[in-house]
Protein backbone atom coordinates (compact mmCIF):
# COMPACT_ATOMS: atom_id res chain seq x y z
CA UNK A 1 0.00 0.00 0.00
CA UNK A 2 1.03 3.51 -0.65
CA UNK A 3 1.62 5.82 2.18
CA UNK A 4 2.04 9.87 1.57
CA UNK A 5 2.34 12.05 3.94
CA UNK A 6 2.90 15.72 3.13
CA UNK A 7 4.61 18.38 5.14
CA UNK A 8 5.25 16.08 8.44
CA UNK A 9 7.25 19.32 9.92
CA UNK A 10 7.62 19.73 13.68
CA UNK A 11 9.80 21.02 16.05
CA UNK A 12 11.77 18.95 17.68
CA UNK A 13 10.48 18.93 20.98
CA UNK A 14 7.32 18.11 19.80
CA UNK A 15 8.04 15.32 17.58
CA UNK A 16 6.69 12.38 19.56
CA UNK A 17 3.62 13.99 19.88
CA UNK A 18 2.08 15.14 16.16
CA UNK A 19 3.00 15.76 12.62
CA UNK A 20 1.95 18.33 10.10
CA UNK A 21 0.44 18.25 6.69
CA UNK A 22 0.95 20.60 4.33
CA UNK A 23 -1.93 22.92 2.77
CA UNK A 24 -0.09 25.38 1.07
CA UNK A 25 0.49 24.28 -2.78
CA UNK A 26 4.22 22.77 -2.79
CA UNK A 27 5.36 22.13 0.14
CA UNK A 28 4.81 25.32 2.29
CA UNK A 29 2.40 25.06 5.20
CA UNK A 30 -0.17 27.80 6.06
CA UNK A 31 -0.97 26.32 9.55
CA UNK A 32 1.31 28.48 11.73
CA UNK A 33 -1.80 29.26 14.13
CA UNK A 34 -5.31 27.16 14.04
CA UNK A 35 -7.20 31.06 14.33
CA UNK A 36 -6.88 31.48 10.40
CA UNK A 37 -8.56 28.65 9.22
CA UNK A 38 -11.78 29.54 9.71
CA UNK A 39 -11.04 32.13 7.53
CA UNK A 40 -8.97 30.56 4.71
CA UNK A 41 -6.41 32.61 6.18
CA UNK A 42 -7.68 35.50 4.41
CA UNK A 43 -6.63 38.50 6.30
CA UNK A 44 -3.56 37.04 7.85
CA UNK A 45 -1.27 40.31 7.68
CA UNK A 46 -4.08 42.65 9.01
CA UNK A 47 -6.18 41.16 11.48
CA UNK A 48 -3.49 40.83 14.20
CA UNK A 49 -6.25 38.69 16.77
CA UNK A 50 -3.75 36.88 18.78
CA UNK A 51 0.03 36.38 19.46
CA UNK A 52 0.55 34.04 16.24
CA UNK A 53 0.84 37.47 14.05
CA UNK A 54 4.17 37.82 14.56
CA UNK A 55 4.24 35.02 12.04
CA UNK A 56 2.06 36.42 9.28
CA UNK A 57 3.06 40.06 10.21
CA UNK A 58 5.20 41.12 13.51
CA UNK A 59 3.87 44.34 13.70
CA UNK A 60 0.66 43.52 14.59
CA UNK A 61 1.91 42.96 17.95
CA UNK A 62 1.35 46.91 18.66
CA UNK A 63 -2.87 45.58 18.23
CA UNK A 64 -2.42 43.64 21.41
CA UNK A 65 -2.28 43.57 24.95
CA UNK A 66 0.52 44.02 27.22
CA UNK A 67 1.04 40.62 27.18
CA UNK A 68 -0.45 37.89 25.59
CA UNK A 69 0.02 33.68 24.91
CA UNK A 70 -1.43 31.91 21.81
CA UNK A 71 -1.03 28.40 21.39
CA UNK A 72 -2.45 25.93 18.69
CA UNK A 73 -3.06 22.77 16.91
CA UNK A 74 -4.29 21.55 13.03
CA UNK A 75 -5.18 18.10 12.68
CA UNK A 76 -5.01 17.49 9.11
CA UNK A 77 -6.45 14.54 6.78
CA UNK A 78 -4.78 14.38 3.42
CA UNK A 79 -6.19 11.99 0.66
CA UNK A 80 -4.02 10.88 -2.59
CA UNK A 81 -5.41 8.21 -4.97
CA UNK A 82 -3.15 6.98 -7.31
CA UNK A 83 -4.14 5.18 -10.38
CA UNK A 84 -1.19 3.66 -12.76
CA UNK A 85 -1.84 4.86 -16.26
CA UNK A 86 1.22 3.09 -18.53
CA UNK A 87 4.01 3.43 -15.95
CA UNK A 88 7.15 1.51 -17.00
CA UNK A 89 8.76 -0.83 -16.30
CA UNK A 90 4.67 -1.71 -15.19
CA UNK A 91 3.26 -2.11 -12.05
CA UNK A 92 0.40 -2.02 -9.45
CA UNK A 93 -2.55 -0.63 -11.55
CA UNK A 94 -5.37 -0.09 -9.01
CA UNK A 95 -6.29 3.06 -7.12
CA UNK A 96 -3.99 3.56 -3.99
CA UNK A 97 -4.88 6.22 -1.57
CA UNK A 98 -2.52 7.93 0.57
CA UNK A 99 -2.73 10.08 4.06
CA UNK A 100 -3.47 9.69 7.27
CA UNK A 101 -4.50 12.33 10.33
CA UNK A 102 -1.22 14.09 11.38
CA UNK A 103 -1.29 17.41 13.47
CA UNK A 104 1.07 20.71 13.47
CA UNK A 105 1.49 22.53 16.80
CA UNK A 106 2.60 25.92 17.11
CA UNK A 107 3.00 29.05 20.12
CA UNK A 108 3.57 32.38 20.35
CA UNK A 109 4.44 35.12 23.04
CA UNK A 110 4.12 38.91 22.49
CA UNK A 111 5.59 41.47 25.76
CA UNK A 112 4.65 45.38 25.56
CA UNK A 113 7.88 46.52 27.01
CA UNK A 114 6.26 50.03 26.97
CA UNK A 115 3.27 51.37 25.11
CA UNK A 116 4.86 52.00 21.83
CA UNK A 117 7.27 49.01 21.91
CA UNK A 118 6.20 45.25 21.60
CA UNK A 119 8.75 42.17 21.55
CA UNK A 120 7.66 38.68 20.97
CA UNK A 121 9.09 35.04 19.65
CA UNK A 122 7.11 32.31 17.98
CA UNK A 123 7.52 28.63 17.07
CA UNK A 124 6.62 26.62 14.29
CA UNK A 125 7.28 25.03 10.72
CA UNK A 126 6.66 27.17 7.61
CA UNK A 127 8.20 24.22 5.47
CA UNK A 128 8.02 20.72 5.21
CA UNK A 129 7.37 17.58 2.89
CA UNK A 130 6.85 13.82 3.71
CA UNK A 131 5.88 10.94 0.96
CA UNK A 132 6.23 7.20 1.63
CA UNK A 133 5.28 4.29 -0.48
CA UNK A 134 5.45 1.10 -0.04
CA UNK A 135 9.36 -0.33 -1.83
CA UNK A 136 7.29 -2.69 -3.85
CA UNK A 137 5.43 0.35 -6.23
CA UNK A 138 5.91 1.50 -9.13
CA UNK A 139 7.65 4.26 -8.77
CA UNK A 140 10.15 2.75 -5.90
CA UNK A 141 13.18 4.20 -8.42
CA UNK A 142 11.76 7.70 -7.87
CA UNK A 143 10.79 7.63 -3.89
CA UNK A 144 9.92 6.16 -1.59
CA UNK A 145 10.43 7.77 0.92
CA UNK A 146 11.02 11.85 0.92
CA UNK A 147 11.10 13.13 4.40
CA UNK A 148 11.92 17.43 4.95
CA UNK A 149 11.02 18.81 8.66
CA UNK A 150 11.61 22.24 9.39
CA UNK A 151 11.75 24.12 12.88
CA UNK A 152 11.68 27.96 12.73
CA UNK A 153 12.13 30.13 15.67
CA UNK A 154 11.38 33.63 14.99
CA UNK A 155 12.16 36.38 17.84
CA UNK A 156 10.82 39.62 16.63
CA UNK A 157 10.00 43.25 17.47
CA UNK A 158 7.35 45.74 16.66
CA UNK A 159 7.06 49.80 17.16
CA UNK A 160 4.22 52.09 16.91
CA UNK A 161 5.47 54.64 14.74
CA UNK A 162 1.92 56.69 15.17
CA UNK A 163 -1.77 55.97 15.23
CA UNK A 164 -1.80 55.08 11.92
CA UNK A 165 0.97 53.00 11.87
CA UNK A 166 3.31 49.88 12.69
CA UNK A 167 6.36 48.32 11.71
CA UNK A 168 8.26 45.23 12.76
CA UNK A 169 10.68 43.28 12.16
CA UNK A 170 12.09 39.42 13.11
CA UNK A 171 14.68 36.86 12.37
CA UNK A 172 14.25 33.30 11.26
CA UNK A 173 16.82 30.59 12.94
CA UNK A 174 15.71 27.85 10.70
CA UNK A 175 16.55 24.08 11.40
CA UNK A 176 15.95 21.86 8.06
CA UNK A 177 16.12 17.74 7.84
CA UNK A 178 16.10 15.51 4.98
CA UNK A 179 15.77 12.07 4.25
CA UNK A 180 15.58 10.57 0.87
CA UNK A 181 15.49 6.88 0.22
CA UNK A 182 14.60 5.32 -3.23
CA UNK A 183 15.32 2.34 -5.28
CA UNK A 184 18.77 2.10 -7.12
CA UNK A 185 17.09 0.83 -9.80
CA UNK A 186 13.54 0.52 -11.46
CA UNK A 187 12.83 -3.18 -11.28
CA UNK A 188 12.83 -5.09 -14.57
CA UNK A 189 13.67 -8.76 -15.39
CA UNK A 190 14.28 -8.01 -19.01
CA UNK A 191 17.67 -6.01 -18.55
CA UNK A 192 20.27 -8.02 -16.60
CA UNK A 193 22.77 -5.76 -15.80
CA UNK A 194 19.93 -3.80 -13.49
CA UNK A 195 18.99 -6.67 -11.76
CA UNK A 196 21.24 -5.96 -8.83
CA UNK A 197 20.27 -2.27 -8.79
CA UNK A 198 16.75 -2.90 -8.40
CA UNK A 199 17.35 -4.68 -5.48
CA UNK A 200 18.99 -2.19 -3.75
CA UNK A 201 18.60 0.94 -1.87
CA UNK A 202 19.88 4.25 -1.39
CA UNK A 203 19.16 6.62 1.32
CA UNK A 204 20.27 10.32 1.74
CA UNK A 205 20.14 12.09 5.62
CA UNK A 206 21.51 15.33 5.49
CA UNK A 207 20.56 18.01 7.64
CA UNK A 208 21.50 22.32 8.15
CA UNK A 209 20.48 24.84 10.46
CA UNK A 210 20.65 28.51 8.75
CA UNK A 211 18.72 32.09 9.16
CA UNK A 212 16.21 34.30 7.26
CA UNK A 213 14.60 37.96 8.32
CA UNK A 214 10.90 38.72 8.09
CA UNK A 215 9.42 42.28 8.22
CA UNK A 216 6.09 43.79 8.24
CA UNK A 217 3.92 47.06 8.37
CA UNK A 218 0.53 47.43 9.75
CA UNK A 219 -1.81 50.73 8.26
CA UNK A 220 -4.62 51.86 10.02
CA UNK A 221 -6.11 53.85 7.15
CA UNK A 222 -9.79 54.59 9.14
CA UNK A 223 -11.49 53.31 12.29
CA UNK A 224 -12.79 50.38 10.37
CA UNK A 225 -9.95 49.60 8.06
CA UNK A 226 -6.43 47.67 8.03
CA UNK A 227 -4.15 47.03 5.82
CA UNK A 228 -0.97 45.00 6.33
CA UNK A 229 2.02 43.87 4.40
CA UNK A 230 4.50 41.52 5.09
CA UNK A 231 7.49 39.74 3.67
CA UNK A 232 9.66 36.54 4.54
CA UNK A 233 13.27 36.44 3.17
CA UNK A 234 14.74 32.92 1.33
CA UNK A 235 16.16 31.20 3.54
CA UNK A 236 19.33 28.78 1.64
CA UNK A 237 20.24 25.74 3.28
CA UNK A 238 23.62 23.58 2.65
CA UNK A 239 22.45 20.35 3.98
CA UNK A 240 25.34 17.94 4.78
CA UNK A 241 25.01 14.24 5.26
CA UNK A 242 25.46 10.44 4.87
CA UNK A 243 24.52 8.04 1.38
CA UNK A 244 24.11 5.04 2.11
CA UNK A 245 22.85 2.09 0.56
CA UNK A 246 21.73 -1.78 0.98
CA UNK A 247 20.85 -4.85 -0.94
CA UNK A 248 22.52 -6.66 -3.67
CA UNK A 249 24.71 -4.11 -5.01
CA UNK A 250 25.73 -2.15 -1.86
CA UNK A 251 29.44 -1.65 -1.95
CA UNK A 252 30.20 -3.59 -4.66
CA UNK A 253 33.33 -1.86 -6.29
CA UNK A 254 31.75 -3.75 -10.08
CA UNK A 255 29.49 -0.97 -10.35
CA UNK A 256 32.40 1.91 -10.01
CA UNK A 257 32.10 3.13 -6.93
CA UNK A 258 28.38 4.51 -7.56
CA UNK A 259 26.81 2.09 -4.83
CA UNK A 260 29.72 2.70 -1.88
CA UNK A 261 28.44 4.65 0.54
CA UNK A 262 29.78 8.18 1.07
CA UNK A 263 29.35 11.81 2.68
CA UNK A 264 26.77 13.79 0.40
CA UNK A 265 25.42 17.11 0.43
CA UNK A 266 22.66 19.00 -1.26
CA UNK A 267 21.88 22.82 -1.34
CA UNK A 268 18.12 24.47 -1.50
CA UNK A 269 17.19 28.05 -1.15
CA UNK A 270 13.40 27.87 0.58
CA UNK A 271 11.12 30.75 -1.64
CA UNK A 272 10.61 33.84 -0.25
CA UNK A 273 7.21 34.95 0.42
CA UNK A 274 5.23 38.71 0.24
CA UNK A 275 1.63 39.03 1.63
CA UNK A 276 -0.95 42.11 0.90
CA UNK A 277 -3.78 42.02 3.18
CA UNK A 278 -7.10 44.08 4.50
CA UNK A 279 -9.47 43.94 7.16
CA UNK A 280 -12.55 46.24 6.92
CA UNK A 281 -15.59 46.21 9.53
CA UNK A 282 -18.54 46.94 7.55
CA UNK A 283 -20.98 47.34 10.43
CA UNK A 284 -20.94 46.30 14.45
CA UNK A 285 -21.38 42.80 13.04
CA UNK A 286 -19.99 42.16 10.07
CA UNK A 287 -16.13 41.88 8.80
CA UNK A 288 -14.70 41.39 5.10
CA UNK A 289 -11.11 40.11 4.63
CA UNK A 290 -8.62 39.96 1.79
CA UNK A 291 -5.15 38.52 1.30
CA UNK A 292 -3.09 38.22 -1.84
CA UNK A 293 0.26 36.39 -1.38
CA UNK A 294 3.15 35.38 -3.62
CA UNK A 295 5.91 32.55 -2.99
CA UNK A 296 9.50 32.45 -4.85
CA UNK A 297 9.44 28.92 -5.48
CA UNK A 298 11.54 29.64 -8.39
CA UNK A 299 14.24 29.56 -6.15
CA UNK A 300 14.04 25.83 -6.39
CA UNK A 301 15.22 24.76 -9.87
CA UNK A 302 16.63 21.54 -9.42
CA UNK A 303 18.05 19.57 -5.87
CA UNK A 304 22.15 17.95 -6.66
CA UNK A 305 22.54 15.52 -4.33
CA UNK A 306 26.50 15.36 -4.36
CA UNK A 307 28.70 13.51 -2.73
CA UNK A 308 31.89 14.35 -0.73
CA UNK A 309 34.11 11.92 -0.25
CA UNK A 310 35.33 8.97 -1.89
CA UNK A 311 36.80 8.60 -5.49
CA UNK A 312 33.63 9.88 -6.51
CA UNK A 313 33.36 12.95 -4.95
CA UNK A 314 31.56 16.10 -6.33
CA UNK A 315 29.44 14.38 -8.63
CA UNK A 316 25.67 14.03 -8.79
CA UNK A 317 25.15 10.18 -9.75
CA UNK A 318 21.78 8.78 -11.38
CA UNK A 319 22.14 6.12 -8.21
CA UNK A 320 21.88 9.76 -6.04
CA UNK A 321 19.41 11.35 -8.22
CA UNK A 322 19.26 15.02 -8.80
CA UNK A 323 15.64 16.20 -8.21
CA UNK A 324 14.27 18.26 -11.65
CA UNK A 325 11.75 20.46 -9.51
CA UNK A 326 11.76 23.33 -11.78
CA UNK A 327 9.19 24.97 -9.80
CA UNK A 328 7.57 28.46 -10.81
CA UNK A 329 6.59 31.25 -8.51
CA UNK A 330 3.08 30.87 -7.45
CA UNK A 331 0.48 32.98 -6.23
CA UNK A 332 -2.72 32.93 -3.37
CA UNK A 333 -5.96 34.65 -3.39
CA UNK A 334 -8.10 34.13 -0.40
CA UNK A 335 -11.29 35.95 0.94
CA UNK A 336 -13.00 35.85 3.89
CA UNK A 337 -15.75 37.32 6.79
CA UNK A 338 -16.72 37.40 9.93
CA UNK A 339 -19.98 37.68 11.58
CA UNK A 340 -20.05 38.94 15.05
CA UNK A 341 -23.01 36.66 16.11
CA UNK A 342 -23.23 37.76 20.26
CA UNK A 343 -20.88 38.94 22.66
CA UNK A 344 -19.19 35.99 23.36
CA UNK A 345 -19.92 34.29 19.85
CA UNK A 346 -18.02 35.42 16.28
CA UNK A 347 -18.29 32.90 13.04
CA UNK A 348 -15.95 32.79 10.32
CA UNK A 349 -15.96 32.32 6.58
CA UNK A 350 -13.62 31.66 3.92
CA UNK A 351 -12.58 30.67 0.18
CA UNK A 352 -9.33 30.71 -1.23
CA UNK A 353 -7.54 29.80 -4.42
CA UNK A 354 -3.97 28.23 -4.33
CA UNK A 355 -1.76 27.81 -7.39
CA UNK A 356 0.85 24.90 -7.59
CA UNK A 357 4.66 25.78 -8.06
CA UNK A 358 4.36 22.31 -10.37
CA UNK A 359 4.76 23.18 -13.75
CA UNK A 360 3.74 20.05 -16.02
CA UNK A 361 3.08 16.53 -15.59
CA UNK A 362 6.61 15.51 -16.87
CA UNK A 363 8.11 17.83 -13.81
CA UNK A 364 5.89 16.49 -11.61
CA UNK A 365 7.64 14.22 -9.01
CA UNK A 366 5.99 10.94 -6.84
CA UNK A 367 7.89 13.10 -4.08
CA UNK A 368 5.33 16.18 -4.30
CA UNK A 369 1.74 14.97 -6.67
CA UNK A 370 1.21 18.69 -6.31
CA UNK A 371 -1.78 20.55 -8.07
CA UNK A 372 -4.23 23.47 -7.62
CA UNK A 373 -6.47 23.65 -4.85
CA UNK A 374 -9.23 25.69 -3.68
CA UNK A 375 -10.11 25.99 -0.10
CA UNK A 376 -13.87 26.65 1.44
CA UNK A 377 -13.04 27.06 5.11
CA UNK A 378 -15.43 27.51 7.93
CA UNK A 379 -14.83 28.25 11.88
CA UNK A 380 -16.15 30.17 15.54
CA UNK A 381 -14.39 31.74 17.89
CA UNK A 382 -15.43 31.70 21.73
CA UNK A 383 -14.48 34.63 24.07
CA UNK A 384 -15.61 33.01 27.74
CA UNK A 385 -13.80 36.43 28.84
CA UNK A 386 -12.34 39.53 28.24
CA UNK A 387 -8.87 38.10 28.17
CA UNK A 388 -8.81 34.63 26.84
CA UNK A 389 -10.53 33.24 23.08
CA UNK A 390 -10.51 29.95 22.07
CA UNK A 391 -10.68 29.67 17.67
CA UNK A 392 -11.77 26.93 16.05
CA UNK A 393 -12.06 26.04 12.17
CA UNK A 394 -12.63 23.33 9.23
CA UNK A 395 -11.64 23.18 5.84
CA UNK A 396 -11.68 21.39 2.73
CA UNK A 397 -9.48 21.35 0.19
CA UNK A 398 -10.43 20.89 -3.68
CA UNK A 399 -7.17 19.98 -5.58
CA UNK A 400 -7.78 19.02 -9.23
CA UNK A 401 -6.63 15.88 -10.66
CA UNK A 402 -3.49 15.30 -11.17
CA UNK A 403 -1.96 14.01 -13.66
CA UNK A 404 2.17 12.79 -13.87
CA UNK A 405 3.99 11.35 -16.41
CA UNK A 406 7.77 12.07 -15.45
CA UNK A 407 10.71 9.63 -16.66
CA UNK A 408 12.04 7.68 -19.27
CA UNK A 409 11.79 4.21 -20.43
CA UNK A 410 14.40 1.87 -18.59
CA UNK A 411 17.88 1.89 -20.18
CA UNK A 412 20.58 0.12 -19.06
CA UNK A 413 23.07 1.15 -21.99
CA UNK A 414 22.43 5.29 -21.03
CA UNK A 415 22.17 4.93 -17.41
CA UNK A 416 18.28 5.45 -17.20
CA UNK A 417 17.53 3.30 -14.24
CA UNK A 418 14.46 5.10 -12.60
CA UNK A 419 11.62 4.41 -15.32
CA UNK A 420 8.81 6.35 -15.94
CA UNK A 421 6.02 6.99 -13.50
CA UNK A 422 2.32 7.68 -15.58
CA UNK A 423 -0.90 7.95 -13.68
CA UNK A 424 -2.85 10.16 -12.26
CA UNK A 425 -3.84 11.67 -8.85
CA UNK A 426 -7.40 12.18 -7.10
CA UNK A 427 -6.69 14.17 -4.51
CA UNK A 428 -8.20 16.31 -1.48
CA UNK A 429 -7.53 17.53 2.08
CA UNK A 430 -9.55 17.82 5.13
CA UNK A 431 -7.45 20.43 8.05
CA UNK A 432 -9.12 21.08 11.75
CA UNK A 433 -7.73 23.14 14.18
CA UNK A 434 -8.30 25.05 17.54
CA UNK A 435 -5.89 27.92 18.97
CA UNK A 436 -6.48 29.23 22.70
CA UNK A 437 -4.96 32.77 23.02
CA UNK A 438 -5.03 34.59 26.50
CA UNK A 439 -4.01 37.77 27.89
CA UNK A 440 -2.22 38.25 30.98
Known amino acids: ?66 REVSAGLSLVRPSFKFTNQGSIPAGPSSAQDAGDWAALPNAYLSWALNKDLYVGVGMGAPFGLVTEYNRDWVGSAHSIKFDIKTININPSIAWRVNEKVSIGFGLNWQKMDAEYVRRAGAVTPLLGPLSPLSSTFVTLKADDASW ?10 SEATKV ?86 GTPLATAQTLETDFQDTWRVALGANYQLNDAWKLKFGVAFDETPVKTAESRLTSLPDNDRIWFSFGGQWKPNKG ?53
Open 212 to 221: GWNVGALFSV
Open 1 to 66: MQKTLIARVLPAALLALASGTASAAGFQLLEQNASGIGNAYAGSAAVAENASTIFFNPAGMTQLQA
Open 228 to 313: GVSYRSKVKHELEGSLAFSGAAAQNPAFGGTTTDSSASADVELPDTFIASFAHKLDPRWELLGDVSWTGWSSIEKVDIVRTSGNLA
Open 388 to 440: SALDMGVAYLYVDDTEINNGEAVDAAQRKVRGLVKGEYDSSVWIVGAQYSMSF
